[in-house]
């Protein structure tokens, strides 16, 4: 497994190893113990999410307030553009963001810790998006930043749409970070 650090503390791109030839491919997706070896972290997962987004759905930015959740987040088909900010009171890169591509090709995953707002943009004609959390969905405490705020100024790569991006009412209100 490779881990590379990202510009924003404890937000980690995960490789794992994977095993081609003619029929197909092989990769163990998560492991707990080469987890913990290979980042630090001792994480214990209690959910499992799977999604399907077509093209230009563009989902979050989520966090909750109570309950934060630390997410391994992974596409199993499709590529979207996976995007993390930092919500973490007191930490040097409150505010700051960083994104990834991932995809069923390049098989990364992202680590997303406890206390980051989340979300992605579907680039290809759909995708299966699958994320394991660190702590249950309270949608009492859930909330959505917006995906567009100036002051975070997430870079989404929006040429790539065939138009404006498709948002939920609960994304559509989301709110400013100020």
Same mark, same amino acid.
């Given at each position: 497994?490779?881990?590379?650090?990202? @510009?924003?503390?404890?937000?980690?791109?995960?490789?794992?190893?994977?095993?081609?030839?003619?029929?197909?491919?092989?990769? $163990?997706?998560?492991?707990?113990?080469?987890?913990? $070896?290979?980042?630090?972290?001792?994480?214990?997962?209690?959910?499992?999410?799977?999604? /399907?987004?077509?093209?230009?759905?563009? @989902?979050?930015?989520?966090?909750?307030?109570?309950?934060?959740?630390?997410?391994? *987040?992974?596409? *199993?088909?499709? @590529?979207?553009?996976?995007?993390? *900010?930092?919500?973490?009171?007191?930490?040097?890169?409150?505010?700051?963001?960083?994104? *990834?591509?991932?995809? $069923?090709?390049?098989? /990364?995953?992202?680590?997303?810790?406890?206390?980051?707002?989340?979300?992605?943009?579907?680039?290809?004609?759909?995708?299966?998006?699958?994320?394991?959390?660190?702590?249950?969905?309270?949608?009492?405490? $859930?909330?959505?930043?917006?995906?567009?705020?100036?002051?975070?100024?997430?870079?989404?790569?929006?040429?790539?749409?065939?138009?404006?991006?498709?948002?939920?009412?609960?994304?559509?209100?989301?709110?400013?970070?100020?």
């Amino acid at each position: 497994m490779k881990v590379t650090a990202t @510009r924003i503390p404890g937000l980690l791109i995960i490789e794992p190893k994977v095993f081609g030839d003619a029929r197909g491919f092989f990769m $163990e997706s998560f492991n707990a113990q080469v987890f913990r $070896e290979a980042t630090g972290l001792d994480v214990d997962f209690v959910q499992d999410n799977h999604s /399907r987004s077509a093209k230009g759905v563009l @989902r979050g930015l989520h966090y909750q307030i109570q309950h934060p959740q630390g997410k391994l *987040v992974r596409v *199993v088909k499709g @590529r979207v553009f996976d995007v993390a *900010v930092d919500l973490r009171q007191g930490s040097p890169s409150f505010g700051q963001w960083d994104g *990834v591509e991932l995809s $069923e090709d390049n098989h /990364r995953q992202l680590w997303v810790p406890a206390g980051f707002a989340h979300g992605f943009v579907v680039l290809s004609d759909s995708a299966d998006f699958l994320y394991k959390t660190t702590d249950y969905y309270a949608p009492q405490f $859930e909330r959505s930043l917006a995906w567009n705020d100036p002051t975070v100024g997430v870079a989404w790569p929006l040429h790539e749409l065939d138009g404006p991006p498709l948002l939920s009412a609960k994304d559509q209100a989301g709110k400013a970070l100020a």
